[in-house]
């Protein structure tokens, strides 16, 4: 049986929970002159969700930009934002349905969203590679213009 990627989906993949929406997270990872994707997709809840976004998006954060490929994780990041925006119109994840097939011990148990990719000490790692770029750039003037 296939998915369509546009069908309702009832329950939460981890947690069982519902209402649920499609959606595929990306990581990206940058090395010089390559790079790889590491997609999460399917059914998620609220939370489980945001916890796979923010998850997704602090680690590109910090692996995406060491190589020529950057803008791969930039455009993974953009593309992770809008599947975020149809997981927040979801109301909290409830419970009344019972355990779906294949959930295990889970069910009930979404996973904790974490810390905003905003507050991450993973921001630090673009902040500085900005810096360090404009420093290389511009020479070190810029700090004091
Ligand atoms: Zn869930």
């Known amino acids: 049986m296939t998915t369509s990627r546009t069908a309702p989906i009832v329950s939460c993949d981890v947690c069982g929970g519902g209402p649920s929406a499609y959606a595929s997270f990306r990581a990206v990872v940058v090395i010089l002159i390559g ?3 590491r997609t999460r997709s399917g059914g998620f809840c609220r939370d489980c969700g945001l916890a796979v976004f923010r998850e997704q ?14 803008p791969a994780g930039l455009i993974a990041l953009l593309m992770n934002a809008s599947q975020l925006a149809r997981i927040n119109r979801l109301p909290p994840p409830r419970y009344d349905a019972g355990p779906p097939p294949g959930i295990g011990n889970r069910f009930g148990r979404p996973l904790r969203p974490g810390r905003p990719v ?28």
């Open 35 to 37: 790079f790889h994707v």
């Open 57 to 70: 998006q602090k680690f590109t954060l910090v692996a995406g930009w060491w190589g020529i490929p950057a």
């Open 118 to 145: 905003g507050q991450s000490p993973a921001l630090i790692v673009p902040i500085l590679l900005a810096v360090a770029f404009l420093i290389v750039c511009c020479g070190p003037r810029f700090l004091y213009d």
